[in-house]
């Protein structure tokens, strides 16, 4: 089992930076992934990036190629996503989510975090 916890988040003018944290604890096993995901009020959640525990690969969605970056730190079980160059269309509720597994669904969500870019 796997708890979430994320922090960051707020309202931010177009072009600047925020940084997102989601520090998991588990009672068993090791972290298999741990990812980003956004929604937008009546749409459906959307896919931002990956990184596999076990050997640092990441992975991103195009739209935040080259302004977003997942970083870790596999010792305090902990997954950032520092966003650059932000817009109004990056505004939505920010979910990490885990997985104990390589692959498949992410059993584990955090409990969002909103993000507001203002133009």
């Known amino acids: 089992q796997v708890q979430l916890v994320e922090s960051g988040g707020g309202l931010v003018q177009a072009g600047g930076s925020l940084r997102l944290s989601c520090a998991a604890s588990?009672?068993?096993?090791?972290?298999?992934?741990m990812a980003w995901f956004r929604q937008i009020p009546g749409k459906e959640r959307e896919f931002v990036g990956v990184v596999v525990w076990n050997d640092g690969r990441i992975f991103y969605t195009n739209s935040v190629k080259g302004r977003f970056t997942i970083s870790r730190d596999a010792v305090k079980n902990t997954v950032y996503l520092q966003m650059n160059r932000l817009t109004p269309e990056d505004t939505a509720v920010y979910y990490c989510?885990?997985?104990?597994?390589?692959?498949?669904?992410?059993?584990?969500w955090g409990q969002g975090t909103q993000v507001t870019v203002s133009s």
């Open positions: 588990l009672r068993t096993g090791n972290l298999g992934r």
């Open positions: 989510a885990a997985s104990q597994e390589y692959v498949g669904s992410y059993g584990y």
